[in-house]
């Protein structure tokens, strides 16, 4: 495999360095880094496979009925993402952890059917073997990597019996960890505070007092170069 693996879309550019115990969120949708990945495995298999056409038939979407003519044939494709709470639900701005799912589809058929099965078999360990040894996809987010870890992959194959030709495809699902953070995007002024406490906790009988409390604003700075809408004398 060549050096870099084709990594030619520049993903470690939305990081920077984050100390051990912080968690980086991910910028942007999650879709774009889930797509990211795509992209990302997609460059590494494709490297795989080479000139020598390890596979006939790459692509991302699983859309249309392969034709033997087609065969050996790699799709890899997003599968689901979950999400869960990243912290406290009620707490601060929205979080989640988020499980993208991947799928990898290699289908091969041929008129003997006796070695498929070691075929696929060398297709999941080459796969595996590829994806996760490969220093700059697995780098970790700290150092601009696209995910925080992979928590689980499971295996799987059919045998389709509705194809043209006598067929088998093996399933590989990885999940990648990343977390999506919204941040609110707040374009009023706040001018006030409007705070209500009870001494001796919400659970207390005195009465609450309730304080509103008027926020200092800031007068824009004079700025030098006379662009518009600065203050002071001109």
Do not use: C
């Not at 494709?46 to 692509?59: A, H, M």
């Not at 701005?93 to 070691?118: H, M, P, Q, S, Y």
């Not at 078999?121 to 490969?134: E, V, Y």
């Not at 207390?204 to 006379?226: A, H, Y």
């Amino acid at each position: 495999m060549k050096e870099g693996a084709g990594f030619g879309f520049g993903f470690g550019e939305r990081h920077h360095h984050h100390d051990e115990d912080e968690t980086p969120p991910t910028t942007g949708v999650s879709g774009t880094r889930a797509h990211q990945i795509v992209d990302a495995i997609l460059a590494i298999l494709q490297d795989v496979s080479g000139p020598t056409g390890l596979y006939k038939t790459i692509r991302r979407t699983p859309y249309r009925t392969l034709l033997p003519t087609d065969l050996p044939a790699l799709t890899v494709f997003i599968l689901r993402e979950d999400f869960s709470a990243d912290g406290g639900v009620n707490q601060g701005f929205i979080k989640f952890k988020n499980n993208i799912t991947i799928g990898i589809a290699v289908a091969r058929g041929f008129n003997e059917v006796g070695g498929l099965d070691g075929d696929i078999d060398t297709d999941a360990d080459l796969i595996r073997r590829s994806l996760l040894t490969n220093a700059q996809f697995t780098k970790r987010y700290q150092w601009g990597g696209l995910f925080e870890g992979v928590p689980t992959m499971s295996r799987s194959q059919t045998w389709p019996q509705d194809a043209e030709a006598f067929m088998v495809e093996l399933r590989l699902e990885l999940v990648f960890t990343v977390r999506q953070w919204f941040f609110p995007i707040i374009t009023d002024h706040l001018y006030e505070m409007d705070v209500d406490f009870k001494l001796g906790g919400r659970d207390s009988k005195t009465e609450g007092i309730r304080v509103l409390i008027d926020l200092p604003q800031e007068e824009p700075e004079d700025d030098d170069d006379g662009d518009e809408g600065t203050t002071g004398n001109s």
